[in-house]
């Protein structure tokens, strides 16, 4: 060893290094599948009672994780609500690459596989606390159906909107009949839902036939 090259450190402080960076990933790791599962929880029991008619208790004998653990996750209910918001709303996702290609048949099948995910009806449950306050809760739901609207006004203006008719009206409606439907089918599943919502998109198709021409993508000029 030169005198230019540091001493190498004994081996047992890398051992002692070692240890704390695997025991910090095993917390880590525990953190992660505790603040799962309480948000499991979290969401059924939103979903079968709502969420005034849900306790801490509740959630901690239906996830296994004590009491104590919830609100050191999530500082209070309002906090596990945000969480269990956010999770649920991200998981309706418009496919891009169904956006680009102009097939509402594609983004309306997406849109049906994540209605029937049991929790998909959970933001009902959770619509009356959005509608009462002006809180975090009631800005998630205005955003998400910002997002969506956008999304498909995007997709009628990729495709042509029948003349005379604004894409971003017509994208309001056709939230706006998504959003019924599934109300619907959530309240009374006699409501066929498939072919409701496969309704919904040939109607939407059989008017291309009176649409205005679909709005040139631009191109980048180099140089």
């Known amino acids: 060893m030169t005198p230019s090259e540091p001493a190498p450190a004994p081996l047992e402080a890398h051992d002692r290094s070692g240890v704390t960076s695997r025991r910090k990933r095993r917390i880590d ?7 799962r599962r309480i948000m499991d929880a979290a969401e059924e029991l939103f979903t079968e009672r709502g969420f005034d008619r849900t306790s801490f208790v509740d959630i901690a004998e239906r996830s296994g994780i004590s009491r104590g653990s919830i609100p050191w996750h999530f500082a209070n209910k309002e906090g596990l609500l945000l969480a269990v918001v956010d999770r649920a709303l991200a998981r309706q996702t418009v496919d891009r690459d169904s956006l680009e290609h102009g097939d509402i048949t594609d983004v309306l099948a997406g849109i049906k596989q994540w209605m029937h995910q049991p929790t998909a009806a959970m933001l009902y449950t959770l619509l009356t606390q959005a509608l009462a306050t002006d809180g975090d809760v009631h800005d998630r739901f205005v955003q998400f159906h910002r997002r969506g609207r956008a999304a498909l006004a995007a997709l009628i203006d990729a495709t042509g909107a029948p003349s005379g008719v604004d894409a971003d009206v017509l ?20 409501v066929d839902l498939d072919a409701s919502l496969d309704l919904l998109a040939t109607l939407i198709n059989s008017e291309k036939s009176t649409t205005r021409p679909a709005r040139p993508k631009a191109t980048r000029k180099d140089g």
């Open 171 to 190: 994208a309001t409606v056709v939230n706006g009949a998504l959003l019924g439907i599934h109300l619907q089918w959530t309240l009374d599943p006699t």
């Open 29 to 35: 790791e525990i953190g992660d599948e505790s603040r």
